[in-house]
């Protein structure tokens, strides 16, 4: 990124991603937290009271680029809009070209088993779904106690994100009630 950019990972993305489409509550590095309010990781044992995590953040500092991006759903349907909107921001700026946007959800694999791959396919950046018949998109993330989920159907220009401090929001976000999404 470096090379390329002349900046930081955590610069370029704050520069050339998160300014723009006015994901003000996202962030690359811990020590930016403190700023919002921010939920307590839980751990433990299905039928059991979870506990708090025992630590806050595990993952190293080079998670930055696969991993550590702190985001609230909002913000993370933001960014969905973005590529509903073949890559620009509200304003009208460009983010991603539209190019870029229409391969990052194009189809490039399909996987044999859905359940164990959490996907239906992939394409280049997105996990891809097919919800009886209804196409479909998306990402999910995860770190100790925390679970963060994003559906995207672009027939219906539909985005919705959830998150979770716990399991618990897992199953039925994955696959979602044959029928729900029409």
């Not at 609230?72 to 991603?96: C, I, S, W, Y």
């Not at 959830?162 to 199953?171: K, S, Y």
């Not at 994955?174 to 029928?179: A, D, E, I, L, S």
């Amino acid at each position: 990124m470096k090379v390329v950019t002349g900046q930081t990972w955590d610069d370029a993305l704050r520069d050339r991603l998160l300014a723009p489409l006015g994901l003000d509550h996202s962030m690359t590095l811990p020590e930016e937290a403190p700023r919002f309010r921010v939920a307590m990781s839980h751990v433990g044992e299905l039928g059991h009271e979870p506990e708090p995590a025992p630590v806050w953040d595990v993952l190293p500092r080079s998670a930055g680029p696969y991993g550590r991006v702190l985001v609230t759903a909002a913000d993370v349907v933001r960014f969905a809009r973005m590529h509903l909107d073949g890559g620009t921001a509200p304003d009208g700026t460009r983010v991603l070209s539209a190019e870029s946007a229409a391969t990052m959800r194009r189809r490039v694999v399909d996987c044999l088993d859905g359940w164990a791959f959490m996907a239906d396919g992939w394409g280049h950046g997105w996990a891809q779904y097919d919800w009886d018949g209804v196409a479909g998109y998306g990402h999910d993330g995860a770190a100790l106690g925390q679970f963060s989920y994003l559906r995207v159907v672009p027939g219906s220009g539909v985005a919705a994100a959830a998150t979770d401090q716990w399991w618990r929001c897992d199953r039925s976000v994955r696959r979602p009630v044959p029928g729900a999404v029409r």
